[in-house]
């Protein structure tokens, strides 16, 4: 079965850093998504991306935050300054044409700030 | 956003043992999804039900959509331990998921 693929697994960084994060959606989908979980809460919406501009974005997705599709590949979420509450899993998701239905997620990327 | 509140918070359950866990809105949905994250996994779809008082079923487990599309109730029979994980109800909303805050279920064999 087709899979989203995030990289890395894992980053540490120090407050006020920058952070890229980096998914590899499925495909022949044509929505993607970031989504976050900071440890012991619920999943939390971040931001869509259709047609290679933002559709939807939550409170959350501040001026700290931009997303990117650099090539037909790859989906990048991009964190200017970190702080600490910003530490979370950061999930990446796809869905097919319609922008409703199924999500597939990717395995995410925890990310610490320190 | 449409939200949505689920109960219980946590399910313990002995194997063998059915449970369900219902999830309820203020509001009446367009439609409810229905995902698993196994403890340290990823958030996996199992169901989206769309039509007023909808029933599907996946093996052991039974999705129910209300009459009135504001409630939804997740059924498990004999549960297993690979049962284990949060089941989430989920509005979509112009695109936008709205997680539930999710049922825990831990399974004792």
């Known amino acids: 079965e087709p899979e989203v693929t995030q990289t890395p697994s894992h980053q540490v960084t120090q407050m006020g850093q920058e952070v890229i994060l980096r998914c590899v959606p499925i495909?022949?989908?044509?929505?993607f998504y970031w989504y976050r979980q900071i440890l012991g809460q619920k999943v939390e919406f971040l931001v869509s991306?259709?047609?290679?501009?933002?559709?939807?974005k939550s409170e959350i997705f501040d001026d700290q935050f931009s997303v990117e599709r650099p090539d037909g590949s790859n989906f990048t979420l991009k964190i200017r300054s970190t702080k600490l509450e910003d530490s979370a899993m950061y999930f990446c998701?796809?869905?097919?044409?319609?922008?409703?239905?199924?999500?597939?997620f990717g395995s995410g990327t925890r990310l610490t700030v320190v | 956003g449409q939200q949505v509140m689920q109960i219980p918070q946590y399910q313990h359950v002995q194997e063998g043992e059915d449970f369900t866990t219902y999830c309820n809105s203020s509001?009446?949905?367009?439609?409810i999804q229905w995902y698993k994250q196994r403890p340290g996994g990823h958030p996996v779809f199992l169901i989206q039900?769309?039509?007023?008082?909808e029933v599907k079923k996946q093996k052991r487990l039974t999705f129910q959509f209300g009459e009135a599309k504001k409630n939804s109730s997740l059924h498990i029979t004999a549960t297993q331990t690979t049962d284990v994980g949060t089941y989430f109800c989920?509005?979509?909303?112009?695109?936008?998921?709205?997680f539930g805050a999710g049922t825990q279920v831990v399974v004792t064999p």
């Open positions: 509001t009446t949905l367009s439609n």
């Open positions: 495909s022949n989908h044509l929505y």
């Open positions: 039900l769309v039509k007023s008082g």
């Open positions: 998701a796809s869905s097919e044409g319609t922008g409703e239905g199924r999500r597939t």
């Open positions: 991306f259709y047609n290679n501009e933002i559709s939807e």
């Open positions: 989920v509005t979509d909303s112009w695109g936008k998921l709205q």
